[in-house]
């Protein structure tokens, strides 16, 4: 059991001064010394968090407990940018980088009372579906450290899973904050593309990716994401009006559709399976109307999401060059040689393979045969799930096709893991929001997990009943 399994619960605590900031920090960081063996943290920041726990602790005795998150002791990725302090996305091309700003997202938390403890491991520029792709060595799954924790965000839902802060802070391009929630048993969410600034997190995919918390409980998830919201000059693809509509009232009966293709998809396993079919099931006990409807593009998700993303990375990674930024290698005779011996030597193998791939998609011969037929499939996908929208209030499906593998295990089939990513990249090509929670049986070491889907900027719709979803209907 965690010490605090929502914010609410800390908060309540905190008040009735049954623990101080400074004591929970300290306790967190003994659980980062006790779970080492994960290796979860890439940098503890343990002198500035037990300063800024005292000074909330002192403003609290003069009694000021001010902000959305006084006191909340969060972990944040390393591919979010935190001023004066290293960040890496997990790559030795930015070995030694060091943050010359806040993103915009850290700063919202920071300014409404949070703490921020450390930053995790991840797949090396969120590349990955099992943390195995750092510079630093893979995370380990705290369940049992044989097993990957999920991916990229392994370090963020491990670093909750082992107790070592309240919640973590991600990204999710394609299910990075889902996946690993799902393979921790914890709740992970990303919001409606647009919805928080990506001012300072180092890019992926820029049209895919958005920043999400894991924590154990909805609540808590959302009411970050709720922090981190809002239009950002630094980032002109955040919304204007992002919608606060909380059309979700307690008991309200809802309709909810599953994809035909979901239940019949091959490679998911049966107990997965079996699982949202209960699921599906419970939802209809508890009164709400559930259809199946179809969906002709399921197997065209990964395809389209692997071109596109790909064809992001090879750019947004040119950027890494040697000159501007991190390693630069000591054995070149010539500029252009600097470039390609710094980049052979700064990339790993799954990064450098989606840089190969991503190139060629956008190449001159292969432009119109992949890159614009990825994305004109993007739009059809879109059109499809928002006209299942106007029907519908959510979409459920499974998170994960799969429980988590032994470490290792998909070192020689990157298509293996890529295949895995099936049910969550579909969010990312349309820009929907979508929360994972986990399922049912408590005393399984690895619990199913499912999403909740909704239109895009009806967020905060979406989170109230996943909360109601998560405290009514799973318990
Ligand atoms: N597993 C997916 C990928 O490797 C998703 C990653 C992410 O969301 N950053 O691209």
Known sequence: MPKYSSYTEFITAYKKEEISCEALVQYYLSKIEES????????????EALARA???????????????????????????????????????????????????????????????????????????????????????????PEYVPGGSSGGCAASVLADTCLASIGTDTGGSIRQPAAFCNLVGA??????????????????????GAISHEVSTVSKLIEVMSGPDTMDPTTVQHASIDRKSPSDRKVKIAYLDSTLSSEGIDPIIRDDFSKLLDTFKKDGHTV??????????????????????????????????????????????????????EGFGIEVKRRIMLGTFV????????????????????????????????????????????????????????YLADIFTVLTNLFGGPSVSIPLFDESKRFRSSFQILSSPHLDYDLFAFAERVQNKILH
């Open 291 to 344: 259809e199946a409807v179809s969906f002709e593009y399921t197997d065209l998700l990964v395809p389209t999401y692997y071109v596109l993303t790909t064809a992001e990375a090879s750019s947004n990674l040119s950027r890494y060059d040697g000159v501007r930024y991190g390693h630069q290698s000591n054995d070149a005779a010539s500029l252009e040689e600097l470039y390609t011996q710094s980049r052979s």
């Open 54 to 144: 005292k000074a909330l602790d002192d403003e609290a005795k003069r009694g000021e407990i001010k902000g959305e998150l006084f006191g909340a002791i969060l972990s944040i990725k390393d591919n979010i940018c935190y001023k004066g302090k290293g960040v890496t996305a997990s790559s030795k091309i930015l070995e030694g980088f060091n943050s010359t700003y806040t993103a915009t997202a850290i700063q919202k938390l920071i300014d409404e009372g949070a703490i921020i403890i450390g930053r995790t491991n991840c797949d090396e520029f969120g590349m990955g579906s099992d943390n195995s792709h750092s510079v630093y060595g893979p995370v380990k799954n705290p369940i049992d």
């Open 36 to 47: 080492k063996e994960y290796n979860i943290y890439i940098e503890v920041y343990a002198k």
């Open 190 to 211: 990303k919001p409606s593309y647009g919805q928080i600034s990506r001012y300072g997190i180092i890019a992926y995919a820029s049209s895919f990716d958005q920043v």
């Open 362 to 417: 956008l190449s001159a011969s292969y432009y119109d045969a992949y890159y614009t037929k990825a994305q004109k499939v993007r739009r059809m996908i879109k059109d499809r799930m928002l006209e299942i929208f106007q029907d519908y209030d959510y979409v459920v499906l499974p998170t994960s096709p799969v429980f988590p593998w032994k470490i290792g295990s998909h070192d020689q089939d990157p298509t293996a893991s």
